[in-house]
């Protein structure tokens, strides 16, 4: 019996070894030319092999959804994802290696930004034609985005600062309603908020001032627990970000002026797929700077022991208060996106199942961890829609896998790690 | 003129008198120290010069300036670093940003140069982790910049937590315990360094300690603290031979 076992447990380390070896020097550079082919690929060929395999349509979201509705079709799901998506992208990876590698060194030694700019760059051409099939894949693209942001925020007040705040659907809310007002009363002619002020032409441009003016809002409202957290830490500070959750809500629910509770709708399209992309990606720059800075941090050392960040010179109380206020901004500014996403709030939005998701994208992805965060966000947004079918069921779900992390991962998946953008846009040449 | 001074400090904790007039008079470049047994009030002098408490009566004057009632991380920035009786080190980060972390008051980027990556930071950060650099080869933990620091031995903990005080740069050092828990080798390392430090740098030192060979070897002038009170202060023959300090330590002898 034990060799048995044995053997093929160790054939598969081997393998798994080639495996790794196989794909060691293949750099993201080269990920991303697969990919990009791959979604090509199935712009011209994603009808033909869908009926082939006797789909109904391309699948939207890597077939899950069909899978769960039809569990006679999981087969055929499962070679479309293999033939469309994971074949073309290896073989077009470990093929444009070489090359890749030859192009990442000499991007790199021009210049680091330009590198950058080059790999987002393919990163979006990919997205976007990978989303550019259905409305609903663009619709749940820009919502993982927006999920990145606001778990990243919440990340440098949860994990970064060590504080449990359950006010970011507060902010979110916040920053919604306040770039959602100023986008509607100045460019759409409004039931409740009257006609448009200035031209439609110039929405657009007005849009990131909208963002920001929401962000701004928020950071100002989290004054309001973050005062109070100065004296308190741990379960109170918890009681009182609830709190501030609940008030938002309350506040806005009896605001005639935008609704109450039935909602602001008729948000003008601003937020298509490269704003929200952008945003993001600007976020995460700005709060991975921001967390690898001595500066930043400090929040940690803050967390850890705070007596003794204070005798080495750290102003405790102007870092939790820098800390507090930029998640509540980037809160913020996300919300505005999630309204204009959307095209229409309502203060339900923003209650405790919010705030369920948001937690659980934290700490799924990991405390302490950029990377994490971003993980954490697109995975639980993926999941969430693709049990969407399962309903009730998928609030049973996602919990036990977060309790199933929490036994295995304390801390999240990829927990404690800092982002070096470095680390991945460099060439991988075997050594 | 002193580099620190203190005039009748007083403390009470609630109705408990913790401190009762207590003096010092730090010069520049002194090694002090603080003896006396458990509960006499020894680290809250430390807390009160560092100003984790407030002092009830009393003021105290650093480097010519009144420092009673300033926060810790001012008082700090002020030139006075400390180490902790239990090292307060942070669970989470490695060596090296846990010695740069004690250059925090002397980086003038700002938030917004953390937020967008300016040239200016990346110069400033450059500076702290060359000046943390320097300070880890000097206590010899330079090796372990990238681990987090529970991963280290006991001893190596220790001196990483007196780099990270001394890449303050400050005026006066305050080492609360700094032999706790160690072995005889490393007892003997640790005050071979910080002979070295002191000679190195010049600097002043406060240490509260409770191994009398230590502050026997190391300070020129010792107080002995007992029950919130100085009952005696002198240099290390001086202290040995003092009845009231043996009686402190060893109780009176019964008449027989």
Redesign the interface.
């Given at each position: 019996m034990e060799i048995k076992d044995n053997r093929p447990s160790q054939e598969k380390t081997r393998l798994k070894e080639r495996i790794q070896d196989w794909f060691s020097q293949v750099p993201l550079l080269s990920w991303l030319f697969g990919a990009l082919v791959a979604v090509v690929l199935e712009q011209f060929v994603g009808d033909q092999v869908s009926a082939a395999l006797g789909l109904p349509k391309i699948p939207a979201l890597f077939g899950f959804l069909i899978m769960l509705k039809k569990p006679l079709l999981v087969p055929s799901s499962i070679a479309y994802n293999f033939l469309i998506y994971i074949l073309p992208i290896c073989v077009i990876a470990r093929l444009s290696a070489a090359l890749a590698n030859w192009l990442a060194a000499r991007l790199l030694s021009s210049s680091m930004l330009l590198s950058v700019i080059v790999h987002l760059g393919l990163l979006y051409a990919a997205l976007y034609i990978w989303s550019s099939l259905s409305d609903y894949r663009v619709l749940i693209l820009k919502l993982a985005l927006i999920a990145v942001m606001v778990t990243l925020s919440l990340n440098v007040v949860n994990g970064y600062m060590g504080e449990f705040s359950c006010s970011h659907p507060g902010f979110m809310a916040l920053g919604a309603y306040v770039a959602s007002i100023f986008t509607v009363s100045l460019f759409v002619n409004h039931r409740l908020l009257g006609p448009a002020l200035l031209p439609a032409s110039w929405g657009p441009f007005m849009f990131p001032i909208a963002l920001i003016l929401g962000g701004v809002v928020s950071a100002i409202s989290a004054l309001l627990v973050a005062i109070p957290s100065f004296r308190t830490r741990g379960d109170y500070l918890a009681i009182i970000s609830l709190a501030f959750m609940f008030i938002v809500k309350s506040l806005i629910e009896n605001m005639e002026l935008v609704g109450g509770p039935r909602g602001l709708g008729g948000q003008p399209n601003y937020a298509n797929l490269h704003t929200v992309f952008l945003w993001t990606v600007v976020c995460v720059w700005?709060i991975n700077?921001?967390v690898r800075?001595?500066?930043?941090?400090?929040m940690?050392?803050v967390r850890?022991?705070e007596?003794?960040?204070?005798?080495?010179?750290?102003?405790?109380r102007r870092t939790k208060m820098?800390a507090f206020l930029?998640a509540a901004f980037w809160a913020g500014v996300a919300g505005g996106l999630f309204a204009h996403v959307l095209r229409y709030v309502n203060p339900g939005t923003f209650s405790i199942q919010k705030l369920a998701e948001v937690l659980a994208m934290v700490y799924f992805g990991g405390l302490?961890s950029v990377i994490g965060s971003i993980v954490g966000a697109l995975s639980i947004t993926l999941l969430s829609e693709a049990l969407r079918p399962l309903e009730i069921f998928k609030w049973i779900i996602i919990p036990l896998l977060l309790i199933l992390v929490m036994i295995f991962r304390p801390t999240g998946l990829i927990a404690?790690r800092e982002f070096d953008v470095m680390n991945f846009i460099k060439p991988k040449q075997k050594v | 003129m002193s580099l620190l001074r203190i005039d009748n400090m007083t403390h009470y904790f609630g109705g408990l008198r913790a401190v009762h007039n207590y003096n010092l008079d730090i010069e520049p470049g002194q090694i002090r120290g603080l003896i006396g047994p458990n509960g006499a009030g020894k680290t809250t002098i430390f807390n009160l010069i560092?100003?984790?408490y407030t002092p009830t009566e009393g003021q105290i004057i650093l480097d010519g300036k009144n420092i009673v009632g300033l926060?810790?991380?001012e008082i700090?920035?002020m030139g006075l670093?400390?180490t902790?009786q239990n090292m307060?080190?942070?669970?989470?980060?490695t060596v090296l940003?846990q010695v740069?972390?004690?250059?925090?008051?002397?980086?003038n980027?700002?938030?917004v140069?953390?937020?967008?990556?300016t040239a200016k930071?990346n110069k400033e950060?450059e500076e702290?982790t060359e000046i943390a650099y320097k300070f880890m080869k000097m206590l010899g933990v330079d090796q372990f910049a990238d681990q987090i620091v529970l991963n280290l031995p006991y001893g190596a903990q220790r001196r990483v937590e007196m780099a990270?005080?001394l890449s303050?740069e400050p005026k006066i050092l305050f080492l609360d315990e700094p032999t706790a828990g160690m072995n005889p080798e490393e007892l003997v390392q640790i005050m071979r360094i910080i002979r070295q430090i002191h000679e190195k740098l010049g600097l002043a030192i406060f240490v509260i300690e409770h191994r009398m060979k230590v502050v026997m070897e190391l300070c020129e002038k010792i107080q002995t603290l007992v029950f919130g009170e100085v009952i005696a202060e002198g240099t290390p023959a001086e202290i040995q031979n003092n009845p009231q300090v043996i009686d402190a330590y060893l109780g009176k002898e019964a008449v027989a």
């Open positions: 700005i700077n921001f800075s001595t500066l930043g941090k400090a940690s050392a850890d022991d007596m003794a960040a204070d005798a080495m010179t750290v102003n405790t820098a930029f302490n404690f | 560092t100003g984790i926060k810790p991380h700090a920035s670093g400390r902790f307060q080190l942070w669970r989470h980060m940003e740069k972390m004690a250059r925090y008051s002397k980086l980027y700002g938030l140069g953390a937020f967008l990556g930071r950060e702290a990270r005080a303050m």
